[in-house]
C-alpha cells in the first residue's frame, strides 16, 4: 500500500509540474506551486526530485514519447522521411511560435544539461530511424555526435520570436537549410523539401496538438 501510495505521489508531482509549466513556462513554475498544489511539503518534493530541472526531464521525455508517436503517425501514412523529419521540427517551432510559455519550456528543455543531454540521444535515435536511409555509412554513434550541432540549432530557432523582419517562413527555412545541409542533402533536395514542408498545412497540427495540451491542463 506504501509503495502505491508513494507511487501517487511522483505522480501527482509531475502532473501538477507540467501543468504548471504549461499555464506559466519553466521559469515562472516555483517549487511553492507545486508543493501547494500537490499538497506536500517542499521535503517531500525534494525527495523525489531535487531540483526543478529532475521534473523538467520527465516532461521532455513525455512531449518526445509525443513526437515519437507524431513521427510513426506520419510514417503510416506512407509520408517520405525526409519530409517527416522536417515537419516534426517544424511543428516545435510552430508551437513555441504560438505560445510564450512553451516556448519557455522548449527552450529551458534545449539549454538544460540534463534535458538537453537526453534530447541529444532521442535525436540520434529519431535521425538514425528516419534518415538512416538516406545516410548508410551512418551509425548511431555518428548520429549522437552530429545532435551536438542540430540540437544547438533546433534550440537557437526556439529562442527569438518571429518578426515583421523575421517571419516564420524565414525561420523555417533558415532551420531546415541549416540542418539539411549537415546531412549533406543536395540544394535540389533540400529546396523541394521545403517548398513543400511550407505549403502544408502546419498550422493545423500545431491547432492539435495545442487542443491536447489544454485538455491536459484541464
Not at 508513494?6 to 516555483?30: C, E, P, R, W, Y
Not at 538537453?116 to 540520434?124: I, R
Not at 554513434?141 to 524565414?170: G, H, Q
Amino acid at each position: 500500500m506504501a509503495h502505491r501510495e508513494n507511487n501517487a505521489t511522483k505522480q501527482a508531482i509531475v502532473d501538477s509540474a507540467i501543468k504548471n509549466f504549461l499555464v506559466n513556462g519553466f521559469h515562472h513554475t516555483s517549487a511553492k506551486m507545486i508543493c501547494e498544489d500537490v499538497g506536500i511539503s517542499p521535503g517531500n518534493l525534494t525527495f523525489w526530485f531535487p531540483a526543478k530541472v529532475d521534473i523538467l526531464l520527465e516532461f521532455t521525455k513525455k512531449i518526445m514519447n509525443y513526437h515519437t508517436k507524431f513521427i510513426e503517425y506520419n510514417k503510416s501514412k506512407d509520408e517520405e522521411n525526409l519530409f517527416i523529419y522536417c515537419l516534426e521540427i517544424v511543428v516545435q517551432i510552430v508551437l513555441c511560435e504560438e505560445r510564450e510559455n512553451i516556448r519557455d519550456i522548449y527552450y529551458s528543455m534545449y539549454s538544460e544539461p540534463l534535458t538537453m543531454a537526453y534530447l541529444k540521444d532521442w535525436t540520434a535515435e529519431k535521425n538514425l530511424d528516419i534518415l538512416g536511409k538516406y545516410l548508410p555509412d551512418w551509425d548511431l554513434k555518428r548520429f549522437r555526435k552530429t545532435a551536438n550541432v542540430t540540437c544547438c540549432i533546433e534550440r537557437s530557432a526556439l529562442a527569438e520570436a518571429c518578426s515583421e523582419e523575421y517571419t516564420l517562413e524565414d525561420k523555417i527555412r533558415l532551420t531546415l537549410t541549416c540542418l539539411l545541409k549537415i546531412y549533406d542533402f543536395s540544394k535540389e533536395d533540400r529546396e523541394k523539401v521545403i517548398d513543400r514542408i511550407l505549403k502544408t498545412d502546419y498550422q493545423k497540427i500545431k491547432t492539435e496538438m495545442l487542443k491536447q495540451l489544454d485538455e491536459f491542463i484541464k
